[in-house]
């Protein structure tokens, strides 16, 4: 048993995936396995051709190296096509003594159009309803024809006025055969939403290309030209008849969805927030099947004057995939309790409309009470409550233990001029002290100060302007002034959590070549709080201080 897990932790993995699933029979499919490891040998392929016909196979390996760390990936493609419709395993294939995984594909019968048989380039589309609700996602799915060598093919725009269309992924191309004829098809997915109920017709895709013929033309006697002739094709119309919303969803917002999923996650214990520091909450939704412009907020106020909330700009986003489109929607809010106690966060519910069962769903985040304590506060009071005490019976004793000595000492002409003389002669050292450079230390500190305000007054008007380049000018003039930091990334940790976010935010919008204009409001807004929340400790600090001293 040792052995063998021995050798099992010494195993190359090998993973088998599919660019395709569900496929036609007679429909060709890449087959790849990878492998970040040289296995034990090279793999045999023999036990594929039970259920599949091998067309043609590569092998590829790409090495890189980064961060001081080597990675290694090895890649076995094959063009493979079905020789029967069905559940077909693909068996595990051995490479020596390592093992790939098995995959099941799913291969169902060929659907013969009788207007293109035989044809040398047609045209196919097909929807994955015909029958949507109102903005509800539709696949549409394009599937060009050929068996002829086709140059400058020129497609169609699929547009649309009561619908929004979004381009899924990149075009697939495959081999199919049909009636023991072999094509090469491209295909092309769509996602469809219509804005509207009632009739939306889909409108013939037109496609237009130079199909070279296989006869030559001899040109001056010396050399073959390829003769090519233009052909245009045009693909069938498709009628959605779009429902409306039903009359028993109840929601705010219409999310029409195959699937959806809301998440919470704080940056710290809810029953342990303390007064005047922030905690993080971040609440994030995933649907299939919509765009982001569907998604709903997720943040309320929450109407609570002890509790200030500081919602972040939210994070959208958008993958899309041949099975459809999934977004992405990501909020931050960082709540910051100005006193101790307990607050209630109501509840947060998102119906939706399920659009594989047509039924309304609710996802829900439940009802969250957080707790505030004042740690300060707290150990403030309890150094007041105790201190007292014990000061009072040090200076009982010390006056105690004096009187005796005040009620036998008469006249003490000599103790009063050694004590004068000694006052004397400190204050003459301090004098000195403090009269070697004074006008250099004021200086230093007027013109520093004078600097901060300059740097502010240009950090206001850079974010008032929206210009991110000059107030990164003005960041990093402060950085060095205050931290003696160069670059944003080293200011961005001296400080508070809200401020270094936007100072990072900003450091990436300038080398991510954002599209989108930057807006610097909320940027001096946190800096002004930064300032004013460093000013408040400070003043909390120096009221403390005794407090430890004695």
């Given at each position: 048993?040792?052995?063998?897990?021995?050798?099992?932790?010494?195993?190359?993995?090998?993973?088998?995936?599919?660019?395709?699933?569900?496929?036609?029979?007679?429909?060709?499919?890449?087959?790849?396995?990878?492998?970040?490891?040289?296995?034990?040998?090279?793999?045999?392929?023999?036990?594929l051709?039970?259920?599949?016909?091998i067309?043609?196979?590569?092998?590829s390996?790409?090495?890189?190296?980064?961060?001081?760390?080597?990675?290694?990936?090895?890649?076995?493609k094959?063009?493979?096509?079905?020789?029967?419709?069905?559940?077909?395993?693909?068996?595990?294939?051995?490479?020596?003594?390592?093992?790939?995984?098995?995959?099941?594909?799913?291969?169902?019968?060929?659907?013969?159009?009788?207007s293109?048989?035989?044809?040398?380039?047609?045209?196919?589309?097909?929807a994955?309803?015909?029958?949507?609700y109102?903005?509800e996602?539709?696949?549409?799915t394009l599937?060009?024809?050929?068996?002829?060598?086709?140059?400058?093919?020129?497609?169609?725009?699929?547009?649309?006025?009561?619908?929004?269309?979004?381009?899924?992924?990149?075009?697939?191309?495959?081999?199919?055969?049909r009636?023991?004829?072999?094509?090469?098809?491209?295909?092309l997915?769509?996602?469809?939403?219509?804005?509207?109920s009632?009739?939306?017709?889909?409108?013939?895709?037109?496609?237009?290309?130079?199909?070279?013929?296989?006869?030559?033309?001899?040109?001056?006697?010396?050399?073959?030209r390829?003769?090519?002739?233009?052909?245009?094709?045009?693909?069938?119309?498709?009628?959605?008849?779009?429902?409306?919303?039903?009359?028993?969803?109840?929601?705010?917002?219409?999310?029409?969805?195959?699937?959806?999923?809301?998440?919470?996650?704080?940056?710290?214990?809810?029953?342990?927030?303390?007064?005047?520091?922030?905690l993080?909450r971040?609440?994030t939704?995933?649907?299939?099947?919509?765009t982001?412009?569907?998604?709903?907020?997720?943040?309320?106020?929450t109407?609570?004057?002890?509790?200030?909330?500081?919602?972040?700009?939210?994070?959208l986003?958008?993958?899309?995939?041949?099975?459809?489109?999934?977004?992405?929607?990501?909020?931050?809010?960082?709540?910051?309790?100005?006193?101790?106690?307990?607050?209630?966060?109501?509840a947060?519910?998102?119906?939706?409309?399920?659009?594989?069962?047509?039924?309304?769903?609710?996802?829900?985040?439940?009802?969250?009470?957080?707790?505030?304590?004042?740690?300060?506060?707290?150990?403030?009071?309890?150094?007041?409550?105790?201190?007292?005490?014990?000061?009072?019976?040090?200076?009982?004793?010390?006056?105690?233990?004096?009187?005796?000595?005040?009620?036998?000492?008469?006249?003490?002409f000599?103790?009063?001029?050694?004590?004068?003389?000694?006052?004397?002669?400190?204050?003459?050292?301090?004098?000195?002290?403090?009269?070697?450079?004074?006008?250099?230390?004021?200086?230093?500190?007027?013109?520093?100060?004078?600097?901060?305000?300059?740097?502010?007054k240009?950090?206001?008007?850079?974010?008032?302007?929206?210009?991110?380049?000059?107030?990164?000018?003005?960041?990093l003039?402060?950085?060095?002034?205050?931290?003696?930091?160069?670059t944003?990334?080293?200011?961005?940790?001296?400080?508070?959590?809200?401020?270094?976010?936007?100072?990072?935010l900003?450091?990436?919008?300038?080398?991510?070549n954002?599209?989108?204009?930057?807006?610097?409001?909320?940027?001096?807004?946190?800096?002004?709080?930064?300032?004013?929340?460093?000013?408040?400790?400070?003043?909390?600090?120096?009221?403390?201080?005794?407090?430890?001293?004695?």
């Amino acid at each position: 048993m040792f052995l063998v897990s021995i050798q099992s932790a010494l195993a190359v993995e090998i993973k088998a995936t599919l660019d395709r699933n569900p496929v036609s029979v007679n429909e060709s499919v890449q087959l790849i396995f990878t492998a970040t490891e040289s296995p034990d040998d090279d793999p045999d392929f023999g036990p594929l051709e039970k259920d599949f016909e091998i067309l043609n196979q590569s092998q590829s390996s790409n090495s890189s190296w980064i961060n001081g760390k080597s990675s290694k990936t090895i890649q076995w493609k094959l063009n493979v096509m079905p020789k029967q419709a069905g559940n077909l395993i693909i068996p595990a294939i051995s490479f020596g003594d390592d093992n790939s995984q098995t995959v099941l594909l799913k291969v169902t019968q060929n659907q013969t159009t009788n207007s293109n048989q035989n044809a040398e380039l047609f045209l196919e589309v097909e929807a994955s309803t015909l029958s949507p609700y109102v903005q509800e996602q539709v696949l549409y799915t394009l599937k060009l024809f050929s068996r002829v060598q086709l140059s400058q093919a020129r497609l169609s725009e699929l547009e649309l006025t009561d619908a929004l269309v979004e381009k899924l992924g990149e075009v697939k191309k495959y081999s199919i055969n049909r009636d023991g004829i072999e094509y090469m098809v491209n295909e092309l997915n769509y996602a469809v939403f219509p804005q509207k109920s009632g009739v939306i017709n889909i409108p013939p895709m037109v496609l237009s290309a130079d199909v070279v013929s296989s006869s030559r033309q001899r040109f001056n006697g010396f050399f073959n030209r390829q003769i090519s002739k233009t052909k245009r094709v045009l693909s069938n119309k498709i009628a959605l008849d779009v429902k409306a919303v039903p009359e028993e969803f109840k929601g705010t917002r219409w999310i029409p969805a195959s699937q959806v999923v809301i998440e919470e996650k704080w940056s710290g214990d809810t029953k342990q927030m303390k007064v005047g520091e922030p905690l993080t909450r971040t609440l994030t939704l995933l649907t299939v099947g919509n765009t982001v412009a569907q998604l709903p907020e997720l943040h309320h106020e929450t109407n609570i004057i002890e509790l200030k909330t500081y919602p972040d700009q939210p994070v959208l986003k958008e993958q899309k995939r041949t099975e459809g489109l999934i977004s992405f929607r990501e909020e931050k809010i960082a709540y910051i309790p100005s006193k101790a106690g307990r607050y209630t966060l109501a509840a947060i519910e998102i119906p939706w409309f399920n659009t594989r069962t047509e039924t309304m769903e609710v996802v829900k985040i439940a009802e969250q009470t957080i707790e505030a304590i004042g740690v300060a506060v707290t150990q403030a009071s309890n150094d007041n409550n105790v201190s007292p005490e014990p000061i009072k019976v040090i200076e009982d004793s010390a006056i105690n233990a004096q009187k005796p000595i005040v009620q036998t000492v008469e006249n003490p002409f000599w103790m009063w001029l050694s004590i004068a003389l000694a006052i004397g002669w400190l204050l003459t050292i301090v004098f000195v002290l403090i009269k070697r450079k004074p006008k250099q230390i004021e200086e230093i500190d007027n013109s520093s100060d004078i600097k901060v305000k300059q740097i502010v007054k240009s950090l206001r008007l850079a974010c008032k302007e929206n210009n991110a380049l000059a107030a990164k000018d003005a960041l990093l003039a402060w950085g060095k002034v205050s931290y003696d930091c160069n670059t944003l990334s080293a200011i961005a940790p001296h400080c508070e959590a809200r401020l270094r976010d936007e100072i990072l935010l900003l450091n990436q919008y300038l080398y991510a070549n954002q599209v989108e204009p930057w807006q610097g409001k909320k940027l001096f807004q946190t800096f002004t709080e930064n300032k004013a929340r460093k000013a408040v400790d400070k003043t909390v600090n120096d009221e403390l201080e005794p407090l430890y001293r004695v």
